[in-house]
Nanobody, 127 residues
Framework: VQLQASGGGVVQTGDSLRLSCVQS????????LGWFRQLPGAEREFVAA????????HYSDSVKGRFTISRDNAQNTVHLQMNNLKPEDTAVYLC?????????????????????WGQGTQVTVSS
C-alpha cells in the first residue's frame, strides 16, 4: 500500500490550496482516511478524517469551516480543500489510511489509529 500526497506550495494568507493523496494497492474504498500535519520536532496534529463511504467527516477545531475533506473512491484519491489559509497552517501535510474497519468516530483524531502513511507535502503560508 502506498499513499502519495501532492498539491502543497507557498501561498499568502487568505489563499487556497487543494491537496490530493492517491493510494495504490489495497481496498481504498473500504478505508477511513485522514489528513494530519506536522512541524519539525512536533507530533502529528489531526486535521480531518473521512469515512470509507465519504458520508461522514470530522475536523479539528482549528480548521473547521475553512478546510473540506472529500474522496473519490473511483480514483483512489482523497482531497483536502484548504481555504482562507493562515500562517499557523504552515506544516507538512500527511495523508493516512485506517484499515481496521472498526468504524468511524472521534478516535480517528489519533495518529495511532492509522496503519499507512504518505510521505507528506509541504504547505507554507506567508503573512
Amino acid at each position: 500500500v502506498q499513499l502519495q500526497a501532492s498539491g502543497g506550495g507557498v501561498v499568502q494568507t487568505g489563499d487556497s490550496l487543494r491537496l490530493s493523496c492517491v493510494q495504490s494497492g489495497g481496498t481504498f474504498s473500504r478505508w477511513n482516511l485522514g489528513w494530519f500535519r506536522q512541524l519539525p520536532g512536533a507530533e502529528r496534529e489531526f486535521v480531518a478524517a473521512i469515512s470509507w463511504s465519504g458520508a461522514t467527516t470530522h475536523y479539528s477545531d482549528s480548521v473547521k469551516g475553512r478546510f473540506t475533506i472529500s474522496r473519490d473512491n473511483a480514483q483512489n484519491t482523497v482531497h483536502l480543500q484548504m481555504n482562507n489559509l493562515k500562517p499557523e497552517d504552515t506544516a507538512v501535510y500527511l495523508c493516512a489510511a485506517d484499515i481496521s474497519r472498526l468504524g468511524f468516530g472521534p478516535h480517528l483524531a489519533s495518529a495511532y489509529e492509522y496503519e499507512y502513511w504518505g510521505q507528506g507535502t509541504q504547505v507554507t503560508v506567508s503573512s
